[in-house]
């Protein structure tokens, strides 16, 4: 069977936060010629609109009414652009802005509010329709694609996850203290795991991968096999 006759597969990389997913599932879409979808970014520009649109208190306490109402108003895409796949709010690029400190700290409260998972989990099922993409996020392999053909579950200590965090928001010239981005790793863990709708949670069918230890080339010969034996295994009736 050559590629084009293959049935094309969706790629569900669910894990802890900062723990590399992004950027395994952007190189493994890459590799296979699939679409990459970024579930995260659309928690972030949901909290962008927000905080901009003051429906989030001094205290981090988010206007669940409002928000809700104004869901209809927030439009969330993706532009590929000559520095990679950008995320776009109402039409504007806001790649940049979502991967702020404050939107990483009041993005895990929005996550948790069912309006706002209903309408984004029902966007991130639209982009699956076709198939051949690879998700990332919490709830991909358990909520939006449950039948998902391949299923990573990502982790790493809080600590080196926090590192990579800060060394890519300080490369992004974007300041941050390490202490603070590993209190923000441990907390957005902790909202997202004890969550009622939806927590971050293992699929039972998930492989795990713990890459506090691998290196980069490592992990993406792990990835690559894993999806090669799927895509296999979901063409397996016509081989
Ligand atoms: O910063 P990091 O890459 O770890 O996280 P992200 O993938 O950008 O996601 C930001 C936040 O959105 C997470 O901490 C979750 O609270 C939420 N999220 C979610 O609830 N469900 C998803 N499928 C993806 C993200």
Redesign the pocket.
């Known amino acids: 069977m050559d590629n084009s006759q293959k049935r094309k597969i969706i790629v569900a990389i669910?894990g802890?936060?900062?723990?590399g997913?992004?950027t395994m599932a952007k190189e493994l879409a890459a590799k296979v010629g699939y679409r990459y979808i970024?579930?995260?970014?659309m928690?972030?520009a949901v909290t962008l609109y927000a905080l901009e649109n003051n429906m989030i208190d001094p205290d981090g306490n988010v206007d669940s009414g409002s928000l809700g109402k104004a869901l209809g108003d927030i439009h969330i895409d993706f532009a590929l652009t000559p520095q990679g796949q950008h995320t776009l709010l109402n039409g504007e690029d806001v790649e940049h802005r979502i991967r702020s400190m404050e939107v990483?700290s009041h993005?895990?409260p929005v996550?948790a509010i069912h309006s706002v998972?209903q309408a984004l989990t029902a966007l991130q099922q639209r982009f699956g329709t076709e198939k051949g993409i690879v998700m990332?996020?919490?709830?991909?392999g358990t909520t939006?694609f449950p039948q998902a053909e391949m299923k990573v579950f990502v982790t790493a200590s809080p600590e080196t996850r926090a590192e990579r965090?800060y060394k890519e928001l300080i490369q992004n010239g974007t300041p941050a203290k390490y202490e603070d981005v590993l209190a923000n790793v441990i907390e957005?863990d902790h909202?997202?795991e004890t969550r009622a709708e939806?927590p971050?949670r293992k699929a039972p069918d998930a492989a795990v991968l713990d890459n506090s230890h691998l290196t980069h080339a490592q992990q993406s010969e792990w990835l690559l096999n894993l999806f090669h034996e799927s895509e296999l295994k979901a063409n397996g009736s016509e081989c």
């Open positions: 669910d802890y936060s900062s723990s997913k992004s970024d579930s995260g970014a928690y972030r990483s993005v895990s996550a998972r990332d996020g919490r709830d991909i939006v965090r957005r909202i997202d939806s971050l």
